[in-house]
């Protein structure tokens, strides 16, 4: 997991400041799919399948990882303090129940959504906050990757309350970064998605919608 936020830093550029109230990050269109790079985690035995589709709410994202864990990074720079809000719609239609998500060997996630932030010269240096779908923990419960203390995850839905339904989370991204690592952060470096069954074996089916900036 360090590995794949070493190399989603690497290899963003940065971008214009957006000045909108909303800033839609993803389109989950089959052109931004080609576009975007499909990364394996180091030791990953597949590759999270990933394709879009569409219902009356607009496109989404389909992953499914069956012992698997890549993800995908996006070149974003999101200025905190006009927009501090992530705004994420997903479903999990397959979860991952029994597994401890705060040990190596259960680290995996049907869904989540990393916030990135450059903080130093290096990639060791950089910070997140991995906003995860949990299967087995509650809403609200967060701790230090087990792969670097430098990644928090954060619980913002769980599928004890919702599973296999569409739900809207919204987090301060601004807030959490002074929270989890004590930084007074202004802008966002980078944003990927990544489901993951790599640790577990497992498999899990997620979807993903409508993910954008907001200022409240």
Do not use: C
């Not at 799919?33 to 399948?49: F, M, P, Q, Y």
């Not at 910070?127 to 995850?153: E, H, L, M, Q, W």
Request: hydrophobic residues 40%.
């Amino acid at each position: 997991m360090k590995l794949f936020i070493n190399i989603l830093i690497i290899s963003l550029l940065l971008t214009n400041f957006s000045l909108a109230n909303e800033v839609k990050v993803f389109n989950f269109t089959e052109q931004e799919l080609s576009e975007l790079a499909i990364r394996k985690v180091r030791g990953a035995d597949n590759k999270t399948i990933y394709t879009v589709g569409s219902n009356e709410n607009g496109n989404f994202l389909k992953a499914i990882a069956d012992n698997a864990a890549s993800g995908l990074g996006k070149e974003v720079r999101i200025d905190l303090n006009k927009t501090p809000f992530i705004n994420i719609t997903w479903k999990i239609e397959k979860d991952l129940p029994g597994i401890k998500e705060n040990t190596k060997k259960g680290h995996d996630f049907a869904a989540r959504v990393f916030a990135v932030k450059k903080t130093g010269a290096t990639p060791l240096s950089n910070r997140a906050i991995n906003y995860v779908f949990s299967s087995n923990n509650k809403i609200g419960f967060n701790s230090p990757s087990p792969y670097t203390k430098k990644s928090i995850d954060n619980v913002l839905s769980s599928t004890q309350n919702n599973l296999n339904e569409w739900i809207t989370v919204k987090a301060n991204v601004k807030e959490d970064f002074k929270k989890f690592h004590d930084l007074d952060v202004n802008t966002l470096d980078g944003l990927a998605i990544m489901s993951d069954t790599d640790n577990s074996k497992m498999k899990a089916v997620a979807y993903y919608q409508n993910i954008y900036f907001s200022a409240k």
